[in-house]
């Protein structure tokens, strides 16, 4: 989901990208400039009785976008995963190949 990260005043904080992995696991992406920042304010807003753990990833990973209406077509012609609609529904992550490598398509 792209979403705003917002103050206790609803003033914008930050824009990111969360995306579920599991019932207990999310992965949050949010701008190059931004990561220190955001990784701290998001540290510092969970409450004392909560169990949480945060890791900064930020080194492992990239982010290229692919996005319009050919994007799917687009990426089809790079990877074996099946990416229709009906396999791939909108709004949904999967790890697929694209080529040679292994990523997590959104």
């Keep these: 989901v792209y979403t705003a990260m917002l103050n206790e005043r609803g003033g914008f904080e930050?824009?990111?990208?969360v995306t579920r992995l599991a019932?207990?696991?999310?992965?949050?992406?949010?701008?190059?400039?931004?990561?220190t920042?955001?990784?701290?304010?998001?540290?510092?807003?969970f409450a004392d009785d909560e169990h949480v753990t945060i890791t900064?990833?930020?080194?492992?990973?990239?982010?290229?976008?692919?996005?319009?209406?050919k994007s799917r077509t687009i990426l089809?012609?790079?990877?074996?995963?099946?990416?229709?609609?009906?396999?791939?529904?909108?709004?949904?992550?999967?790890t697929i190949d694209v080529g040679l490598a292994t990523v997590r398509a959104q």
């Design 76 to 94: 089809q012609e790079l990877s074996t995963a099946d990416l229709s609609n009906d396999a791939f529904p909108f709004s949904t992550s999967q």
């Design 14 to 17: 930050s824009d990111l990208t």
């Design 37 to 45: 920042r955001d990784f701290h304010w998001i540290k510092n807003h």
């Design 56 to 69: 900064d990833v930020t080194s492992s990973y990239a982010v290229l976008g692919l996005m319009g209406p």
């Design 23 to 35: 019932a207990d696991q999310f992965m949050v992406v949010s701008p190059t400039a931004q990561t």
